[in-house]
Structure formats: C-alpha cells, structure tokens
C-alpha cells in the first residue's frame, strides 16, 4: 500500500515514492509514456522532471493528460537542453526561459507543480541565480500561478540553509541515502552526517517538504552484484544489530568504510583510518555474530577488514 504525505505549504498529497526521468531518456517515446502510465496506475503521484534528455517531455505530458489535476511533477529551472537533446545546465535567465517555455509546451500544460532552482550547490551558485534574475523570474511564474510551489535542489548543507533564509521554500531536494551518509562528507553528501542531519530537522521546524535523491545510488543499492552491502537493499534490513560491541568497534560503520575501499573510494579509506576504535579491535567473543540477522560471521569479517587496512597501509 503507498504511504501518502501532505505537502506542508499546500493542500497535495503526494506519494512518498516518486519517479524520476534521470535514466530513460534513451528509451523509445511509446516506452516512456508506458513507464510513467503504470507508475501513476500503481499509486506514484509525484514525479521529477530533470531528465537525462529532452525526449522525456511529450510521451509524459501524454501519459498525465487524462489525471492532470492528480499527478504532482517538478521542473527545473537551470537544467537545459543543447540541439541535439542532451542534457546541461545553465544561469542564463533567457536560455532557462526559453527552456521553460518549451517545456510547457511539449508537456500540454500551462503550468508546473513545482518550480526549482537547480543544483545550488556553492555560494556562487545562489548568487548567480540572484543576479541573473533567475529567482526574481521564478518569483514572478509564481505569483502568477505558473509555479505553484517554489523549491530548490542541493547538495551541500551550508548552502541549502541560505537559500531556506529566503523564506519561500515550499520543498527542498537533497542527496541521501543508507550506503553513502558518510560522517565526512565526499562527492556522494558534502558537509558532515550532523550538518545533513541539521539541515533535514530544520526543514522540517519551518515546514518544507523533503524530496529525497538518489536513495538507491541510481539502482545500486537494489541489487546484490553492485551493492556495498553485497546484496539487494530491502525494507527489513538494517546494519546496527551488532551493537553494542564489547570493544567499542562500530561494525556498521567499518563494514560500509570496506566495502567502499574495495569499489576504490580512496576517501573511505581515509575515514576508516581516522576511526578511534577500527576493526582489529575485535576480541573474537563472538557477540556480533550472534546477534546478526543477516547471519553474518562479523567476527571472521573484522579480521579480513583488519587485514585489508592494515595491507593498504
């Protein structure tokens, strides 16, 4: 059954599983309509519309026609397209324009659920769009009731706090997902896990809906052959059972710093080395394994971790 939440600055109810159109711009026009066609069946609502090309527009403005009024969709104004389809971005306020414009038409709607600026993710990024004039003429579309709802899209927490100050957020998109929340913060979540945190609770106090990206690392996370947790992401896995550790050895955050440095993340290498307590730590009591659901022989796994920093090194 979906799960359906109320947007906090608005009336819509919107799925807590979307979709976006990152990846299937390859696919053929009557494919795509079919994609989206089906999501809406099974209850998605909400969907986001910077796509990895523009061919994603005209067979999804197809699929939402007959249930407009119920299907809630994001643009972004930054995101671009050159002549031959393929996706950019840009702070030119007359190339977002002109991009938006075609975007309403190819979609066959004259207006958009939310509007976001995108990808502000250094100071410069939020002066830019300020002094091009680009939020003044999402401002505008707003007040006119071309936009609907004002949002943005970000990965660094330091950034996505000026842009709240702004006060007319409606919803924010940012990075997070189970593999990657790295204490450092890396080119998969810049700032701290605190920060991020910090960042999520203050939404939330000032009433601004979260849109989550990349939860699944693009499908990483989904399947066992290229998860770093060697297997398939589901509801009912969780990677803290072990704790507490006798000798003060957090399992899950040494097992995710391995499996990153065996798929050639030399930054998580570098975190497991800043780790008060690491993995040769362990005493062999055999704590771990016991209370492991996934049955795991964490015991034997702390040796190979060990093993494997300590070779690297």
């Not at 696919?27 to 609502?45: L, M, T, Y």
């Not at 004039?133 to 943005?152: A, M, N, P, Q, S």
């Not at 499908?219 to 297997?231: H, I, M, V």
């Not at 307590?277 to 040796?303: N, Y």
Request: include cysteine; proline fraction near 4%; hydrophobic fraction near 35%.
């Amino acid at each position: 059954m979906k799960e359906y939440r109320k947007l906090p600055h608005g009336d819509e109810r919107i799925c807590t599983l979307g979709l976006g159109m990152g990846g299937i711009q390859n696919a053929p026009a009557d494919e795509i309509r079919a994609v989206i066609e089906k999501a809406i069946a099974n209850g998605i609502n909400f969907f986001d519309l910077c796509a990895g090309g523009k061919s994603v527009y005209e067979p999804f403005g197809k699929a939402i026609a007959p249930c407009r009024d119920r299907v809630f969709f994001r643009l972004h104004f930054g995101a671009v397209y050159n002549e031959n389809g393929e996706y950019g971005w840009s702070r030119n306020l007359q190339t977002i324009r002109q991009t938006f414009l075609w975007e309403l038409e190819a979609l066959g709607t004259d207006y958009v659920d939310f509007g976001f600026l995108h990808c502000v993710d250094e100071e410069s990024d939020f002066d830019e769009i300020r002094k091009n004039e680009i939020l003044d003429y999402v401002k505008d579309l707003h007040e006119r009731g071309i936009v609907r709802h004002i949002g943005f899209s970000s990965h660094t927490p330091s950034v996505a706090h000026k842009v709240l100050d702004t006060g007319m957020i409606d919803m924010m998109m940012f990075s997070l997902n189970p593999a990657y929340n790295l204490e450092c913060g890396d080119e998969y979540g810049i700032g701290t896990a605190n920060e991020r945190a910090a960042l999520l609770r203050r939404a939330q106090t000032k009433g601004v809906g979260v849109s989550v990206m990349k939860p699944f690392h693009g499908g990483q996370l989904l399947s066992a052959k290229t998860s770093p947790f060697r297997q398939a992401l589901t509801k009912n896995q969780y990677i803290r059972y072990c704790q507490p550790c006798p000798a003060g050895i957090d399992i899950g955050i040494v097992n995710k710093y391995y499996d990153l440095s065996l798929a050639g993340d030399r930054m998580a290498h570098d975190h497991y080395g800043k780790l008060t307590v690491r993995a040769d730590a362990c005493l062999g009591c055999g704590h771990c394994d016991r209370r492991c659901p996934l049955r795991v022989h964490q015991q034997s796994r702390m040796k190979e971790i060990a093993a494997y920093f300590n070779k690297e090194n």
